[in-house]
Each structure stands twice: as C-alpha cells, then as structure tokens.
C-alpha cells in the first residue's frame, strides 16, 4: 500500500499570508494526487486533482504542485472560509489512500 | 447540479447486516466509476469500495473485503454498499462518491450517512 505523509499536522495563519501544506508519497505516483478541504460538519470538497488541476468553481488562491513522491499545496492570500482540515490522496493504484489531514485555523 | 443522497444509515448491531444507498442524479451515473468513503469520528478519510462504470469491476479495502459489497444499478442510477458481519471499528460517516475515472480522485460527495456498530 502506498502511504501518504501530511505535513505540518496542524497550522495557523494570519488573513492574507500565504501557506503550504505538503504530502509525501511512500512510493511514486505520477501526479496521481488530490486535495481536499473539510469543514467541520460538512463533505469534504475537491480543490486540485492530478497534482496541479485546480477543480471547476474553486478559487485560483489554491495551486498545487510537485512530482514523484513530493507534492505540495498552496494557498494565497488565506480567508476566513479557508479555515478546516486538508487532506492529500494518491489515486495512482489500490487501496487508495489519504494523508492523515492538516488543521489549518486562522491566527 | 450532480447530487448524490445516502440512506440506509443508523444503529446495527456487530455481525448482523445494514445496506447503505446513494441516489446519484445530474449526471450519467452509467458513465462514472462510483466509490464509499468513510470516516470515524474525529478521524481521518478512508476509502472503502470502489466500483466501476459498468459495474463489472469492484475494489473493497482489505479490512472489508468478504464482509461488504459494493454494488450498483445503472437503471435506478443508484449505488450500494452491503454490509455484513459489521465490527464496532466499521463505526463512520460513510459518503457516496463520484471518481474523476482516469485519475481516481473523488470530485463529488454525498452528505455522508452515520452508521454506528453497537450492541
């Protein structure tokens, strides 16, 4: 199975300043990678998909990157509706997997 | 507007048997491969089953295979998620989720159905 490591576990951030959340693969997987943002109570909702794919309706603040195992996602110019838990996932072969999340507050 | 709305959630007891839906529209549910995703709670995610367009294909995680089946009905555009022989860990908020095929990223869910193994 390949792991996906999250990083920071959690992060806070002044509205405005930019922040990274990055994901590392236990193995390689050719862009296979997905972002998620969770609100608490609610669905989590696709941002990025294929490493750098920025999802239809999601603000262009959010970008993905990376390659291989390492992967990263950014997002500029933090609001307040940015705040909850992000998630990694690799779709590149089963089991897929989720990193174990990132807790992003607003400082 | 894709909506996807599980049913089917609630208390069971350990072994016995709970089937959840998930009735999908907006889209061609024939096109789409279709997937569960759980979440304990104030865990993590973690995929379950996927299934594939036709329906001809499924994948189950290896902590439910044998005990829960996905399953689907092209005509009805409905998703299903048999479970059998529950344990308490099976314990999550369960969504019904549509994948982006060719990359297997979930690019729309459900609400999400609570389903809770106790006796």
């Known amino acids: 199975d390949i792991q996906m490591t999250q990083s920071p576990h959690s992060l806070s951030a002044s509205l405005g300043e930019t922040v990274s959340i990055d994901c590392l693969a236990s193995g390689g997987i050719s862009n296979y990678l997905a972002w998620f943002h969770q609100k608490p109570g609610k669905s989590p909702q696709l941002l990025i998909y294929?490493?750098?794919r920025l999802q239809d309706g999601v603000p262009s603040r959010f970008s993905g990157s990376g390659s291989g195992t390492q992967y990263s996602l950014k997002i500029s110019n933090m609001q307040p509706e940015d705040e909850g838990v992000y998630y990694c996932?690799?779709?590149?072969?089963?089991?897929?997997?989720f990193g174990s999340g990132t807790k992003l507050e607003i400082k | 507007e894709v909506q996807l709305v599980e049913s089917g959630g609630g208390l069971v007891q350990p072994g016995r048997s709970l089937k959840l839906a998930c009735a999908a529209s907006?889209?061609?549910?024939?096109?789409?491969?279709m997937a569960w995703v759980r979440q304990a709670p104030t865990k993590g995610l973690e995929w379950v089953a996927s299934i594939s367009n036709r329906g001809t294909t499924s994948y189950h995680r290896d902590s439910v295979r044998g005990r829960f089946t996905i399953s689907r009905d092209n005509a009805r555009g409905t998703l299903y998620l048999q479970m059998d022989s529950p344990r308490s860990d099976d314990t999550a908020t369960y969504y019904c989720?549509?994948?982006?095929?060719?990359?297997?990223?979930?690019?729309?869910w459900g609400q999400g159905v609570m389903v809770t193994v106790s006796s």
């Open positions: 294929y490493a750098s």
């Open positions: 907006g889209f061609t549910f024939s096109n789409y491969y």
């Open positions: 996932q690799q779709g590149y072969t089963y089991p897929l997997t």
């Open positions: 989720t549509r994948l982006i095929t060719t990359v297997a990223h979930f690019d729309y």
